[in-house]
């Protein structure tokens, strides 16, 4: 299948909306610097008149491309022939009914579902992301690739790069990154560069080594790989039997998931695949805030892409005033100067969406809850469930609304934040192991 018809790249700034070829290697948009978009051409491409004819494909799921649980909805990332099409197996993530956690939360046991984005080959949802993104990169004959990571875009990418023999090179900050994370860049073979600053720093170099050594950026800046991502949203409709949930929860950090996931409902409404839109909750920790800043205390929306910059400016211009750094236990949402900001405020837009912070604490009690039912998630996860909390409680979430909160990392991704809140914290939620002599019955009368 040739896709040169079916794909472009356009700038997001209605003022703009420069469009490039899709062969183009580009992660700004060389007339205004505004973030990208990859668009279709559907009049060019064979879309499946109803969403549960992608279900057919689970009968063909030998094809590795069928299997995939990106590549299934491939007529909705059409910007690739299949021969540079990478996969290894992404995307067999479920969406878990989470009906103890319901109960706990004071909601109907049948409303909450996790999509347990854990389960991918890297342990994180970033392999939807960075399937799309190799394709890509194979298609323009890509040999080396970059990225700046809190850790789970470092993993992912080593192991897509390595699976399309490009070579992969990871930005780090000092301080906190996951163990599990990067011993899997590591591990993989990724070349691990540690820059003496924090993710913000390092996503800044990252993009002007990129830029002089034509190294192919796979950060969410990257539009191709944000497609990949838009199937998350296509797997929790389809565990929903086809059927769109009232709410959709995401933790937010660099904001690519979000803007993505808006992207895909504003797609599937044009194409009449779905009749209405989800409501969109992106949770950010409170130490690393910045969009809930913006959007709720500084009033900054989309406004049909008139974005206001000089809202945003002065904003930033005051985090380098005061040296601030981003700081919170869920180190992969440790971010603060978010790169795809004015996207998200986009799928706020389409998705009448609400933002708002939830504390390291929060969080952990949060994360420990989703660990009793048996899933477990790493920290920046488990802000959802933090997050859901909270608009219960304003009401702002109904007990009986649908609701799928996205579960972006594994549990083991970051052992010792688990290990520290059970064994040393002493929280609602901790699990501590008992301590006991080495004598059988003092062990016996433990367990009765
Ligand atoms: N959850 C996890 C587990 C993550 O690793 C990330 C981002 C996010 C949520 C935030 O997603 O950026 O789409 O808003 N991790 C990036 C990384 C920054 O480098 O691994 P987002």
Not at 92 to 114: E, I, K, V
Not at 173 to 197: C, N, P, R
């Amino acid at each position: 299948m040739d896709t040169k018809d079916q794909a472009f790249q356009q700038c997001i700034n209605p003022q703009c909306r420069s469009e490039f070829d899709s062969r183009q290697v580009l992660f700004k948009c060389p007339q205004c610097g505004d973030l990208l978009d990859v668009r279709y051409n559907w009049e060019a491409i064979e879309v499946p008149k109803k969403l549960s004819d992608f279900a057919n494909r689970w009968t063909t799921r030998s094809n590795r491309l069928d299997f995939s649980g990106v590549w299934r909805f491939r007529e909705l990332i059409s910007f690739c022939a299949d021969e540079h099409k990478v996969s290894v197996g992404e995307g067999q993530t479920l969406l878990q009914p989470a009906c103890g956690l319901a109960q706990d939360l004071g909601m109907n046991p049948r409303s909450l579902f996790l999509q347990y984005e854990g389960m991918n080959p890297s342990g994180s949802f970033k392999d939807n992301g960075m399937t799309a993104a190799f394709s890509h990169a194979s298609m323009v004959g890509a040999s080396a690739s970059a990225c700046a990571s809190t850790g789970n875009t470092s993993a992912s990418m080593a192991l897509y790069a390595h699976s399309s023999n490009i070579k992969a090179t990871v930005f780090i900050g000092e301080g906190k990154i996951a163990y599990g994370k990067l011993s899997q860049a590591m591990d993989y073979g990724g070349h691990t560069i540690q820059v003496a600053g924090d993710f913000d720093d390092c996503m800044r170099q990252v993009q002007d080594v990129c830029t002089e050594l034509k190294i192919y950026l796979v950060n969410s800046l990257n539009p191709f790989r944000l497609e990949g991502q838009k199937t998350i949203m296509l797997r929790i409709i389809e565990g929903l039997g086809w059927e769109v949930p009232d709410w959709i929860i995401v933790p937010g950090g660099n904001l690519g998931n979000s803007s993505s996931f808006g992207k895909a409902f504003a797609e599937l409404k044009a194409l009449g695949l779905i009749d209405r839109v989800p409501r969109l909750a992106v949770i950010n920790a409170t130490g690393a805030n910045t969009l809930t800043e913006l959007v709720n205390d500084k009033g900054l929306r989309w406004n049909n892409g008139d974005v206001d910059q000089q809202v945003i400016d002065a904003y930033y211009a005051n985090l380098d005033a005061t040296h601030y750094r981003a700081d919170t236990i869920a180190s992969a949402i440790e971010i603060s100067r978010p790169v795809n900001l004015k996207k998200c405020l986009r799928a706020l837009d389409v998705c009448d969406g609400v933002v708002l912070d939830v504390t390291d604490e929060e969080i952990l009690d949060a994360k420990a809850q989703i660990g009793a039912y048996g899933l477990g998630c790493e920290p920046a996860s488990a802000a959802t469930i933090a997050g859901l909390k909270h608009l219960l409680a304003e009401g702002t979430i109904d007990k009986d609304a649908r609701t799928a909160c996205v579960l972006t990392g594994h549990l083991l991704k970051d052992p010792d934040a688990t290990v520290n809140y059970h064994s040393k914290m002493g929280r609602e939620f901790s699990n501590p192991p008992v301590q006991v002599e080495n004598d059988l019955q003092k062990i016996i009368a433990l367990m009765k």
